[in-house]
């Protein structure tokens, strides 16, 4: 499997649904250097003075601490080119506004489609959204999707 950013967040904020905590404790997991920019991005961003921060940057340090490196993979120029046009095209399709990141997030989606195209791997998501429509437009990915649970849910 190769996780989407959406499983970092939802198993941070205790959000995944027990059939996903169980798939990522029986499969062997795959990573993308596209989630963990992903991921690392909140190191810039944050406010430093925010009472939360410290206590966020930990856990994302953590969870980026405990990727293994030789299961950490990252796109190729082909990938990056392909990747351009696939996100183009889901973007000209969807009518969405300029100018409002959906470029740049289509993008980094159709980067992980593209690796696990390369790996032979299922990407494991919660954006049924746009990796639906991705799945639409590539239709030999693989996707397991699940939707997140509301709230927090007590991690154990």
Sequence with gaps: MLLDTSVYLDVLQGRTPEAVDNLLTSRLCHHSAVCLAELSHVFGRLDPAHHTTKSVLEAVSDTIGDIPAHRLHAPDATAWGRAGMLAGLLFRLSYLPKGEGH????????????????????????????????????????VIFYRAAPGLRPQG
């Design 103 to 142: 470029e740049r997030r289509f993008l980094n989606d159709a980067l992980i489609v593209h690796l696990a195209g390369v790996l032979g791997a299922t990407v494991l998501t919660g954006n049924v959204r746009d990796f639906d429509y991705l799945n639409q437009l590539v239709p030999s990915l693989q």
